[in-house]
């Protein structure tokens, strides 16, 4: 699913946006040393987790989308290091669940 794709479903914005950026599956969760170990490569990270740290792990990991819930605000250092680290960022008024259920067509990680 492309960035423009997920963006649509979850009734959001693009914060950061990477020209190549996709989701082949998707993990929600907001504890990033579990997300360390469970997520994946081109994985859709659903969290509500707004910082740099975020950025980190998905780099470590291989994320390449991640989908900020409630609307919280994407602080600079974050929109900064994500598109350094070429992350793409979603903001979404919706909860981690309704995400989950808008991205369901994809596997989970």
């Known amino acids: 699913m492309t960035l423009s794709e997920v963006c649509e479903k979850v009734g959001g914005e693009i914060v950061v946006d990477v ?15 579990d997300v360390m170990g469970h997520a994946g490569e081109d994985c859709a990270l ?10 980190a792990v998905c780099t470590l990991v ?6 900020i819930c409630h609307s919280r605000p994407v602080p ?15 903001v979404t008024p919706l909860s981690q669940y309704a995400v989950a259920l808008a991205l369901s067509s994809l596997p989970p990680c």
Do not use: F, W
């Open 46 to 55: 659903v969290t509500i987790q707004n910082h740099l740290n975020t950025i």
């Open 19 to 33: 020209e190549d950026a996709k989701a082949e599956s998707v993990y929600v969760g907001d504890l990033l040393s």
């Open 62 to 67: 291989g994320c390449s989308v991640v989908v």
């Open 76 to 90: 600079p250092d974050m929109v900064e290091g994500a598109k350094r680290e070429g992350v793409a960022i979603v």
